[in-house]
């Protein structure tokens, strides 16, 4: 299997691992990108496209196919934030997030959602974002999915979506098929560990090979620390080299001086790097409404084997309970399934000794379904906060809340009740004190009294949204639709921290969306050439 | 709520020990685990993975102590910060205070049974602090982590492996 990257790189693509410099030193460029995600990676195609010298700041490593071994115990380490161990300051959430070239667009399963235009709606409404709808939007949806081959996904689910699929279609629960940025996908399974077939169209293949073929140079193992400004204008990006092991400083600095620049780091990373840098917060917004989609996870023995490992991880979802009740009532979830590899599913799940082996035991007969949470429209759910913590990087605390236990009981019980009403024998939610139940009259009975609580109940997030978010107006939000900085002229945030509220989606599609939209307009402002214009 | 004496007394005591050994016990930054430390984490391996590992103990040893060596390697996986508390815990749980008064544990931890240290988990794991159900947490995840990873523990739960042959 041919390795575009290893191609590239040995064709002259600029990659400089900063793990390995060995002076400290001062670049000059047009535009400094920092993050090679979602937002990052569109940023530097399209701008890279116009001819701007673009820099791409990424605090991970490089890895592609030829590194991608289906095995957990590299994948973790190597392309997760924290090993895949990412947790809220109180240990009661974990996040999955990645943190390598391609950002998590180079582990997600690639479920693939145009932004609701009920959320459109809801922004419009309560942030004033009048410029974003589901119309306006439609044209850089489209071109983002002809980019990354966002197609449906014809091959049939694997036995772990089709049982969500069969039970809810028993119920009359309507279902649908998901979306996929796959090319020529094999079917394997292994999404989560980095596609080693290059069948998954993220950044890392699509994006950033075609702005470092343009010159762009890309920079790893490299975090961003600060912005130096003065008035309004941002000077340069003050950054510290790590070491090779990603997580010490090797003591080696890089500062990028540039015309513009882009802050694509994430939820977490790209709020806590505006914090560091000091930039102006008069309302207090900058890394407030942090959301998460927060999950909860249903547990099911079947008869035969699912083999929740093998095959597309996911290709069924269901929307109908986020149609219950009004988009700011009690909150809606989405349902879909994760792959099942071993590591995953072994520290998800409940208990230890003997209890936890047995449920092992049965790993290969194991249905799973996850309901996400859309947090962030309900006047009580505000979602979380980041702040700077030991050595100035991001903590998040996310306060579980009576209206996110109300929802995840609700949630545990459709839940339970598909997987009874798709043959399952025994299902436990994934909490500390369920004791599983062999039927839905019983499970009925036990989730309805079931204590909520955070560590009790196993809650974890794969979507990090909010924290720049974006608004009308400086009291609102910290970035304007267009993804400006409503205090500092040259800089933008282009990724997922400038939602200002959740989704109900998976956000790579939302991301990509809006970016191309943005970074085309910041293209023709910084290139000198008219705008685009898309109806 | 029922928040008793006894429970407010454990609650106290853990609060002051946690401050007061944390700071000195991470002076040096990130380091090796000690051989104490690797005694403790093996007790919890050795009761944590109980009904997965072999009874016979001369075979059960070794396993045992390529999960710490896994925990050890995951360990210096997690950032900074992450490696910092964790050390905090794990430091705190190998000395003999510590062990007795948070984790309940009388023995020394390499006699101590696999009842003896699933009385300990357990405890923390309904624990009203989230400090010591977060610490549980990261046991029990460090642990299967570390078990799971391993190519030779998914024959047992008839996990063929990813696939081979093609690449």
Same mark, same amino acid.
């Given at each position: 299997?041919?390795?575009?990257?290893?191609?590239?790189?040995?064709?002259?693509?600029?990659?400089?691992?900063?793990?390995?410099?060995?002076?400290?030193?001062?670049?000059?460029?047009?535009?400094?990108?920092?993050?090679?995600?979602?937002?990052?990676?569109?940023?530097?195609? =399209?701008?890279?496209?116009?001819?701007?010298?673009?820099?791409?700041?990424?605090?991970?490593?490089?890895?592609?196919?030829?590194?991608?071994?289906?095995?957990?115990?590299?994948?973790?380490?190597? =392309?997760?934030?924290?090993?895949?161990?990412?947790?809220?300051?109180?240990?009661?959430?974990?996040?999955?997030?990645?943190?390598?070239?391609?950002?998590?667009?180079?582990?997600?399963?690639?479920?693939?959602?145009?932004?609701?235009?009920?959320?459109?709606?809801?922004?419009?409404?309560?942030?004033?974002?009048?410029?974003?709808?589901?119309?306006?939007?439609?044209?850089?949806?489209?071109?983002?999915?002809?980019?990354?081959?966002?197609?449906?996904?014809?091959?049939?689910?694997?036995?772990?979506?089709?049982?969500?699929?069969?039970?809810?279609?028993?119920?009359?629960?309507? @279902?649908?098929?998901?979306?996929?940025?796959?090319?020529?996908?094999?079917?394997?399974?292994?999404?989560?560990?980095?596609?080693?077939?290059?069948?998954?169209?993220?950044?890392?293949?699509?994006?950033?090979?075609?702005?470092?073929?343009?010159?762009?140079?890309?920079?790893?193992?490299?975090?961003?620390?600060?912005?130096?400004?003065?008035?309004?204008?941002?000077?340069?990006?003050?950054?510290?080299? =790590?070491?090779?092991?990603?997580?010490?400083?090797?003591?080696?600095?890089?500062?990028?001086?540039?015309?513009?620049?882009?802050?694509?780091?994430?939820?977490?990373?790209?709020?806590?790097?505006?914090?560091?840098?000091?930039?102006?917060?008069?309302?207090?917004?900058?890394?407030?409404?942090?959301?998460?989609?927060? @999950?909860?996870?249903?547990?099911?023995?079947?008869?035969?084997?699912?083999?929740?490992?093998?095959?597309?991880?996911?290709?069924?979802?269901?929307?109908?309970?986020?149609?219950?009740?009004?988009?700011?009532?009690?909150?809606?979830?989405?349902?879909?399934?994760?792959?099942?590899?071993?590591?995953?599913?072994?520290?998800?799940?409940?208990?230890?000794?003997?209890?936890?082996?047995?449920?092992?035991?049965?790993?290969?007969?194991?249905?799973?379904?996850?309901?996400?949470?859309?947090?962030?429209?309900?006047?009580?759910?505000?979602?979380?906060?980041?702040?700077?913590?030991?050595?100035?990087?991001?903590?998040?605390?996310?306060?579980?809340?009576? @209206?996110?236990?109300?929802?995840?009981?609700?949630?545990? =019980?459709?839940?339970?009740?598909?997987?009874?009403?798709?043959?399952?024998?025994?299902?436990?939610?994934?909490?500390?004190?369920?004791?599983?139940?062999?039927?839905?009259?019983?499970?009925?009975?036990?989730?309805?009294?079931?204590?909520?609580?955070?560590?009790?109940?196993?809650?974890?997030?794969?979507?990090?949204?909010?924290?720049?978010?974006?608004?009308?107006?400086?009291?609102?939000?910290?970035?304007?639709?267009?993804?400006?900085?409503?205090?500092?002229?040259?800089?933008?945030?282009?990724?997922?921290? @400038?939602?200002?509220?959740?989704?109900?989606?998976?956000?790579?599609?939302?991301?990509?969306?809006?970016?191309?939209?943005?970074?085309?307009?910041?293209?023709?402002?910084?290139?000198?050439?008219?705008?685009?214009?898309?109806? | 709520?029922?928040?008793?004496?006894?429970?407010?007394?454990?609650?106290?005591?853990?609060?002051?020990?946690?401050?007061?050994?944390?700071?000195?016990?991470?002076?040096?930054?990130?380091?090796?685990?000690?051989?104490?430390?690797?005694?403790?984490?093996?007790?919890?391996?050795?009761?944590?993975?109980?009904?997965?590992?072999?009874?016979?103990?001369?075979?059960?040893?070794?396993?045992?102590?390529?999960?710490?060596?896994?925990?050890?390697?995951?360990?210096?996986?997690?950032?900074?910060?992450?490696?910092?508390?964790?050390?905090?815990?794990?430091?705190?749980?190998?000395?003999?205070?510590?062990?007795?008064?948070?984790?309940?544990?009388?023995?020394?931890?390499?006699?101590?049974?696999?009842?003896?240290?699933?009385?300990?988990?357990?405890?923390?794991?309904?624990?009203?602090?989230?400090?010591?159900?977060?610490?549980?947490?990261?046991?029990?995840?460090?642990?299967?982590?570390?078990?799971?990873?391993?190519?030779?523990?998914?024959?047992?739960?008839?996990?063929?492996?990813?696939?081979?042959?093609?690449?």
């Amino acid at each position: 299997m041919e390795d575009p990257i290893r191609v590239g790189l040995a064709a002259g693509w600029k990659h400089v691992d900063a793990s390995a410099l060995a002076h400290s030193q001062t670049i000059d460029v047009d535009v400094v990108i920092v993050g090679t995600g979602a937002g990052g990676g569109v940023t530097a195609d =399209l701008l890279s496209a116009t001819g701007l010298r673009v820099v791409l700041v990424e605090e991970g490593p490089l890895r592609s196919s030829s590194d991608f071994k289906m095995l957990e115990s590299d994948a973790y380490p190597e =392309l997760y934030q924290e090993s895949a161990a990412r947790k809220t300051a109180d240990k009661a959430i974990n996040i999955l997030q990645g943190r390598c070239v391609g950002g998590s667009t180079t582990v997600n399963w690639t479920s693939s959602f145009r932004t609701p235009p009920e959320v459109f709606a809801f922004w419009q409404r309560h942030f004033g974002l009048q410029e974003l709808s589901a119309e306006s939007m439609s044209s850089w949806f489209a071109v983002m999915e002809h980019k990354l081959w966002v197609r449906p996904w014809d091959t049939p689910p694997n036995a772990n979506n089709k049982i969500l699929a069969a039970g809810a279609e028993k119920l009359g629960i309507a @279902v649908g098929s998901i979306k996929r940025n796959v090319k020529g996908c094999w079917n394997l399974g292994y999404c989560g560990m980095g596609c080693p077939t290059n069948a998954k169209q993220s950044m890392l293949l699509t994006a950033i090979p075609a702005a470092l073929s343009r010159g762009a140079t890309l920079y790893t193992r490299l975090r961003a620390e600060r912005l130096r400004f003065a008035g309004s204008q941002v000077s340069a990006l003050d950054c510290s080299a =790590l070491q090779a092991d990603g997580i010490h400083l090797s003591g080696r600095q890089v500062r990028f001086r540039a015309r513009h620049f882009v802050v694509a780091g994430g939820a977490i990373g790209s709020p806590a790097l505006l914090m560091r840098s000091s930039v102006p917060d008069p309302y207090r917004l900058l890394g407030k409404r942090t959301f998460l989609h927060p @999950v909860v996870i249903s547990s099911a023995l079947m008869d035969d084997r699912v083999d929740a490992y093998a095959g597309a991880p996911q290709s069924i979802y269901s929307d109908h309970f986020l149609h219950q009740a009004p988009i700011d009532g009690a909150l809606g979830f989405k349902l879909e399934t994760p792959p099942l590899h071993p590591v995953l599913y072994a520290t998800t799940l409940q208990g230890y000794g003997e209890a936890h082996a047995r449920l092992m035991r049965d790993f290969t007969k194991v249905n799973v379904v996850l309901a996400l949470l859309r947090d962030g429209f309900n006047p009580a759910s505000r979602g979380g906060r980041v702040r700077l913590g030991a050595g100035r990087l991001p903590v998040l605390d996310y306060p579980l809340g009576e @209206v996110i236990w109300e929802a995840a009981r609700r949630a545990l =019980l459709a839940m339970a009740e598909i997987q009874f009403a798709a043959g399952a024998r025994w299902v436990t939610p994934v909490h500390e004190t369920a004791p599983g139940y062999t039927s839905w009259a019983a499970a009925r009975k036990g989730i309805a009294e079931l204590p909520l609580k955070p560590f009790l109940c196993r809650v974890v997030s794969a979507h990090v949204m909010g924290g720049c978010g974006m608004a009308d107006a400086p009291h609102r939000g910290v970035v304007d639709h267009r993804g400006r900085h409503f205090w500092l002229d040259n800089l933008s945030v282009l990724d997922g921290s @400038v939602f200002p509220t959740s989704l109900g989606v998976n956000p790579q599609l939302s991301i990509y969306g809006l970016v191309a939209r943005n970074a085309s307009l910041l293209a023709a402002e910084l290139s000198g050439r008219p705008l685009p214009v898309i109806p | 709520m029922n928040f008793g004496r006894r429970q407010f007394i454990h609650t106290g005591l853990a609060g002051s020990l946690l401050l007061s050994f944390s700071g000195w016990l991470n002076a040096a930054g990130a380091r090796r685990f000690s051989a104490a430390e690797r005694e403790m984490l093996g007790a919890v391996v050795d009761a944590m993975l109980d009904g997965v590992l072999p009874a016979q103990s001369t075979q059960r040893r070794p396993l045992v102590a390529q999960t710490v060596d896994g925990i050890a390697t995951a360990v210096a996986g997690l950032s900074a910060a992450s490696q910092t508390e964790i050390g905090e815990l794990f430091g705190l749980l190998a000395i003999a205070p510590a062990r007795m008064v948070l984790a309940g544990v009388g023995k020394p931890w390499r006699e101590a049974s696999v009842s003896d240290v699933g009385e300990f988990l357990q405890s923390w794991r309904d624990s009203r602090l989230g400090l010591l159900q977060g610490a549980y947490g990261a046991l029990h995840d460090l642990t299967y982590g570390a078990w799971y990873g391993r190519p030779d523990s998914w024959e047992a739960i008839s996990y063929p492996g990813p696939p081979r042959g093609y690449f």
